[in-house]
């Protein structure tokens, strides 16, 4: 139910349910945290998610939902995308509605094809996302687009998206994998501090002083690695740095 492959450094992570517009059911949400390990393991440095067919992600699998189970591995497999170390793209290409949205939060950056359509219908049906999707679409999109999506349950097509910072850049599944490859190409170890520090100041308030140190930490360790003198030697060899990320 869920492809996964690596190549050229990017790796895929693809919903492939299309008869059911890849709605999420318990084993699909199992899947993800098995596709995030086999992402990391075979050393890809960015990620791209998408869905089979017409649909990024219908929502959740309705004939499983409203189960305790159904809440662990649906938050398990969320969290397991959002905490991999390397850059992450959804190709969000239709329809990301409920959990479909939340997977797409769940990524760093969104591509939205113009048949893209978002949406938190919640309210509609009784249910709630956790304070961890709230949090991040707010971060995200803004409080305005928040509340229309908690409050309304409006829907947001690409254009509108783009225009509120819910989508990073419009596209179809090729421009995705253009800026994952790209991505790709940059120092690893930058983009894992730049990640990590961006998820602990972005949540408001002051993140706990372990966590700074832990991330100054990084930072002197981005300045000590080799990859920096390779940067420096590609400028004045007026070249493309080929970052190994040590």
Not at 101 to 123: I, N, S
Not at 149 to 157: E, Q
Not at 212 to 231: H, K, P, Q
């Amino acid at each position: 139910m869920i492809s996964v492959s690596t190549h050229d450094d990017v790796g895929l992570i693809e919903l492939n349910r299309p008869e059911r517009r890849n709605a999420l059911d318990i084993a699909t949400c199992r899947q993800l945290v098995d596709a995030a390990a086999e992402v990391r393991a075979a050393g890809a440095r960015a990620v791209v998610v998408a869905g089979n067919g017409p649909a990024f992600c219908s929502g959740a699998d309705f004939g499983e939902v409203y189960t305790d189970e159904f809440l662990d591995a649906l938050y398990a497999g969320l969290h397991a995308v959002a905490d991999l170390p390397m850059p992450t793209v959804a190709a969000v290409t239709g329809p990301a509605i409920g959990g479909g949205l939340q997977l797409a939060l769940a990524c760093d950056l969104r591509v939205a094809a113009p048949e893209a359509v978002f949406g938190l219908p919640t309210a509609r049906l009784g249910l709630a996302v956790d304070p961890w999707t709230i949090e991040r679409l707010v971060q995200i999109a803004g409080g305005g687009t928040a509340r229309s999506l908690l409050l309304a349950c409006a829907t947001v097509d690409a254009t509108t998206a783009h225009a509120r910072g819910l989508a990073d850049t419009l596209g179809d599944r090729d421009a995705a994998f253009a800026l994952a490859r790209d991505i790709a190409t940059m120092a690893p170890l930058t983009l894992a501090y730049n990640k990590r520090s961006v998820d602990a100041f972005g949540r408001g308030g002051h993140p706990d002083p372990a966590v700074v140190d832990g991330l100054t930490a990084e930072f002197r360790g981005c300045w000590a690695a080799e990859d920096i003198a390779e940067g420096r030697a590609a400028r004045i060899e007026k070249r493309t740095p080929v970052f190994r990320g040590r």
